[in-house]
């Protein structure tokens, strides 16, 4: 295999493999908290797996010169594993704010959307669009939640969680801006401060969650 020959695409891989290393920290840390973890920390962790994994195959998939079909193949596991991880972070959200019992009545809903939103995203050329659209809904419902919650203080972590919604926010602003490029040692194009700026708001989830 050969390296992409495109520095952007390199410096897009590597973030990919920053942000995969962010979050598998993170579940490492969630899991130490506490003995056994109660479901919310498992929720998390598996939020954090999932985008774990689809930004260690998306270090290949920039990273590396592939054939056609297998490509494809890495994008299409990569989307399905992003579509599960923000269906998970919803069902974490509303825990948050409404309880167990509420988020294992969204659980199985918010789930087959992820599948929903995916299948017509890939059936229908030109209509990606709805993914964004999903990943933004949900992050703004994340947002809105959090600092309601912080101005409640409940749970003490609150304001960290606001902080990781906003941070995730604008790293999919920064994803969408596709002509966006800046040079720090190496040149990073959208793709690559997506990843910057999403394993900062990694991180803010993880300190959140930590606090309570």
Partial sequence: MRLNHRPTERSTAATDVLLSLAAAAGIIWLQSLASPAPWRLHLWSWTFALIALAAMLGSVYHGLVLAERPRI????????????????????????????????????????????????????????????????????????????????????????????????????AAQ???????????EFDHNGIFHLIQACGVILFGVGLSRG
């Fill in 73 to 172: 193949w890495l994008w299409r596991i990569l989307t399905v594993c992003l579509s599960m991880a923000i269906s998970l972070f919803g069902v974490g959200v509303v825990l948050d704010a409404f309880g167990a019992a509420a988020a294992g009545r969204v659980l199985p809903v918010l789930l087959m959307s992820g599948l929903l939103i995916y299948a017509v995203s890939r059936a229908f050329a030109g209509l990606f669009i709805v993914f964004i659209v999903y990943q933004a809904l949900v992050l703004v419902l994340a947002l809105g939640v959090y600092v309601w919650l912080a101005v409640q203080g409940v749970p003490a972590g609150a304001g960290w969680m606001a902080a990781g919604a906003a941070a995730s926010l604008a790293a999919a």
């Fill in 176 to 186: 969408a801006a596709r002509s966006l490029r800046v040079g720090l040692i190496w």
